[in-house]
T-cell receptor, first 113, second 115 residues
Framework: GGIITQTPKFLIGQEGQKLTLKCQQN?????MYWYRQDSGKGLRLIYY???????QKGDLSEGYDASREKKSSFSLTVTSAQKNEMAVFLC????????????FGAGTRLSVL | GEQVEQRPPHLSVREGDSAVIICTYTDPNSYYFFWYKQEPGAGLQLLMKVFSSTEINEGQGFTVLLNKKDKQLSLNLTAAHPGDSAVYFCAVSGNTGGLSGKLTFGEGTQVTVIS
């Protein structure tokens, strides 16, 4: 079996700060995803990457950048943290494009002061 | 696009009793259906993946029912135990081949099993 590792687990930022979240997977999956989880709102897709060096915008991409540096890693940048923002960011991967069973990491919990 | 409504948002159930979570979706062409379980501080774990051709699917301690006529997906927890306390999410996607990962998630149900 494989694992998805997200770092850091907890992230505290200041308003206006640029913050980067990292994700690594050892499944050798082609496709990776970033979701945002807000209480009572389910999961919303921010960015996904079909394969290395590919980037696709999701439904919530404004205010974020992403980078798929290599097949095993996918990072997400909050370009300017919003005051009092609190959310969990979940990274996921799937075997390939068209295979939509997702495997999730444990999440990064963001709080902005 | 697809919309998924999940009810109830919170559910308390006594140990040994059963509980039901229902998701209603809008796209009649939806093809894949998922239930995920999220324990505190963890990511989402896949409980079951259901194809549109199968109406009743049984897992360990739960049953998933798909009613395509009413566009409803349900998760029935049978004989709940403390380990079932978690947030449960349904997710739905179409049979679109090249648009992997375009799942639409429900809002989640917080299940608390009371001893």
């Amino acid at each position: 079996g494989g694992i998805i590792t997200q770092t850091p687990k907890f992230l505290i930022g200041q308003e206006g700060q640029k913050l980067t979240l990292k994700c690594q997977q050892n499944f050798n999956h082609d496709t990776m995803y970033w979701y945002r989880q807000d209480s009572g709102k389910g999961l919303r897709l921010i960015y996904y990457s079909i394969t290395e060096n590919d980037l696709q915008k999701g439904d919530l991409s404004e205010g974020y950048d992403a980078s798929r540096e290599k097949k095993s890693s996918f990072s997400l940048t909050v370009t300017s943290a919003q005051k009092n923002e609190m959310a969990v960011f979940l990274c996921a991967s799937s075997i390939r494009l068209g295979e939509n069973t997702l495997y999730f990491g444990a999440g990064t919990r963001l709080s902005v002061l | 696009g697809e919309q998924v409504e999940q009810r109830p948002p919170h559910l308390s159930v006594r140990e040994g009793d059963s509980a039901v979570i229902i998701c209603t979706y809008t796209d009649p062409n939806s093809y894949y259906f998922f239930w995920y379980k999220q324990e505190p501080g963890a990511g989402l774990q896949l409980l079951m993946k259901v194809f549109s051709s199968t109406e009743i699917n049984e897992g360990q301690g739960f049953t998933v029912l798909l009613n395509k006529k009413d566009k409803q997906l349900s998760l029935n927890l049978t004989a709940a135990h403390p380990g079932d306390s978690a947030v449960y999410f349904c997710a739905v996607s179409g049979n679109t081949g090249g648009l992997s990962g375009k799942l639409t998630f429900g809002e989640g149900t917080q299940v608390t099993v009371i001893s």
